[in-house]
């Protein structure tokens, strides 16, 4: 018989028996037959069955059958590989014969994720099919997404300085929007525009959000600051939020500061915080309205943007 086959000596089957007399007994043995036969197909060694069934959890011998049958058909419809499957099979049977997994459908439509995607998370963890059986609830993957998200951004954070648990780093890793594998590029965008690493540390502590701007964004607010107004890059490092305001803003705030500068009505050292910074209702009473004309050059100037 196909038992004494696998375990080789009576022995061993005797004590098998004597374990779970249900292996010979119920429906004859054939739920037996039929699982050494599932296990031999995809690679499973006698020696491993044997060693199996003299260790097999309480659990029906013909339900462990089903439930294990039940989980290739899963790993199948979401269009695993059939290497593969026989692989997690031959690795994993011992408790996935343990647990009732739903549909694939019904795990698809509730993680809301496709089936390639489904199939990457089963192979990196094929435990993550203990969460996915008959009244169990399964939560949307955008949440694991989310917390994954989250957890990135709080460790490239930590590398920067931010004290773990702290305020600033709640903060900041609030702030942040988009992919966190973007923030690193973000950070040595500065670092390469001539700040130290350090100083670009203080500026995200101070303004999380500057690293809410592409790179892209980023090279060319600071060339507008270098090229155009004529402030060295360093200026940054005490207005950090220089690099969130719209460059309508700020060519706008600057058109009317150097027309200011040359009727005479305001000093040419103002700091960049100043000109940018204060609001759009300050920066008119405060500096536009010091001369007669202000006003009416003020709107000529905002004319030519499309926004501020």
């Not at 525009?193 to 350090?198: F, M, P, T, Y």
Request: net charge positive; glycine share 6%.
């Amino acid at each position: 018989m196909m038992l004494h086959d696998v375990c080789g000596n009576d022995e061993e089957i005797r004590k098998l028996v004597n374990r779970l007399p249900g292996i010979l007994f119920d429906h004859s043995g054939r739920s037996t037959l039929s699982l050494m036969g599932f296990l031999l197909k995809f690679g499973s060694s006698k020696t491993d069955i044997c060693s199996f069934l003299l260790r097999f959890p309480q659990v029906k011998v013909e339900k462990f059958v089903w439930n294990l049958r039940r989980v290739f058909e899963l790993l199948s419809e979401i269009e695993m590989d059939a290497m593969t499957i026989g692989r997690l099979v031959r690795e994993h049977f011992s408790w996935m014969g343990t647990c009732t997994v739903k549909k694939a459908n019904s795990i698809l439509s509730n993680l809301n994720t496709g089936k390639k995607h489904m199939c990457q998370i089963v192979m990196a963890n094929p435990m993550e099919l203990k969460n996915w059986t008959l009244r169990t609830k399964i939560g949307c993957l955008t949440d694991t997404r989310e917390m994954r998200s989250r957890s990135d951004k709080i460790k490239f954070l930590t590398s920067i300085g931010f004290t773990e648990n702290s305020k600033e780093i709640e903060k900041a890793s609030t702030v942040f929007r988009g992919k966190a594998d973007e923030l690193p590029k973000r950070f040595n965008c500065l670092v390469k525009a001539g700040l130290d690493e350090n100083d670009v540390s203080r500026m995200i502590k101070a303004a999380p959000q500057i690293l809410n701007k592409s790179i892209e964004v980023l090279e060319a607010k600071i060339s507008v600051l270098v090229n155009e107004l004529g402030y060295p890059v360093s200026s940054v490092k005490s207005f950090p939020g220089f690099l969130s305001y719209t460059m309508d803003r700020v060519k706008l705030r600057f058109a009317m500061y150097r027309w200011l500068i040359d009727q005479k009505v305001v000093c040419s050292t103002l700091s960049l915080s100043t000109i940018i910074g204060c609001t759009k209702a300050f920066f008119f009473d405060k500096y536009v309205s010091r001369h007669p004309r202000g006003p009416e050059v003020w709107q000529n100037i905002k004319q030519t943007f499309s926004s501020i």
